[in-house]
């Protein structure tokens, strides 16, 4: 089953983003090998596709997994959260209805 993972970053997080930014998507990259990504990004902090210093206000991930425990268990493990990029990561199931 797909699930959304949402986490809201902490203020002026960019740098600390940056620095784990590597091992990151190499999670996702592996997920994307897999066939369990649909989709992965920031929201810029503002109405910019760049949005340069100001950076970003949190991420979506939408991945498969067998269940919601294992989900919780890679949004744990993902290096923004080690880092403390997020102050908050939510994973809620998702049901893909278009396209």
């Known amino acids: 089953?797909?699930?959304?993972?949402?986490?809201?970053?902490?203020?002026?997080?960019?740098?600390?983003?940056?620095?784990?930014?590597?091992?990151?998507?190499a999670r996702l990259q592996k997920l994307l090998e897999e066939g369990?990504?649909?989709?992965?990004?920031?929201?810029?902090?503002?109405?910019?596709?760049d949005p340069g210093p100001a950076g970003?206000?949190?991420?979506?991930?939408?991945?498969?997994?067998?269940?919601l425990d294992a989900a919780k268990?890679?949004?744990d493990h993902d290096p923004y959260r080690a880092a403390g990029v997020y102050r908050e990561v939510t994973v809620r199931p998702f049901r893909q209805t278009l396209p």
Do not use: C, Q
């Open 36 to 49: 369990r990504l649909l989709l992965a990004g920031p929201f810029p902090a503002i109405d910019a596709e």
């Open 73 to 75: 268990d890679w949004a």
């Open 56 to 67: 970003f206000s949190g991420s979506l991930i939408i991945a498969e997994f067998d269940d």
């Open 1 to 25: 089953m797909w699930y959304a993972i949402t986490g809201i970053d902490i203020e002026n997080s960019l740098d600390k983003r940056k620095a784990v930014r590597p091992a990151h998507v």
